[in-house]
């Protein structure tokens, strides 16, 4: 079992930014792919960033060239630098996590598991 706990939302005015953190906890697990999703009211939840196990990197347009993901393997941690916030930026905010976990002598079973989400709103 893998928990992954996201902190770092909150109220920010618009142009402002906010840093999202999300710890990977657990015993024998490997993580492949972290991302982030997020859904607003009334929209369904939305890939918003993803980084690999081999650091590479992929946005959704509208988030291109103002938020940035990152990774600490040592912590099994991803965060996410969001700069230049907007009004629609506003939503719940989810870590996301592909691992591998041991299930026997060189056997590893994969599993996703999500984050509770946190709560990001943009003030205009």
């Known amino acids: 079992q893998v928990h992954l706990v996201e902190s770092g939302g909150g109220l920010v005015q618009a142009g402002g930014s906010l840093r999202l953190s999300c710890a990977a906890s657990?015993?024998?697990?490997?993580?492949?792919?972290m991302d982030w999703y997020r859904q607003a009211p009334g929209k369904q939840r939305e890939s918003v960033a993803i980084?690999?196990?081999?650091?590479?990197?992929n946005y959704a347009d509208s988030v291109k060239g103002r938020f940035t993901i990152a990774r600490d393997n040592a912590k099994n941690t991803v965060y996410l630098q969001m700069n230049s916030l907007k009004p629609e930026d506003t939503a719940v905010y989810y870590c996301?996590?592909?691992?591998?976990?041991?299930?026997?002598?060189?056997?590893?079973?994969?599993?996703?598991?999500w984050g509770q989400g946190t709560q990001v709103t943009v003030s205009s």
């Open positions: 996301h996590a592909d691992v591998n976990i041991p299930i026997g002598p060189g056997r590893w079973k994969g599993y996703s598991y």
């Open positions: 657990g015993s024998s697990f490997s993580i492949n792919t």
């Open positions: 980084i690999s196990s081999d650091d590479s990197k």
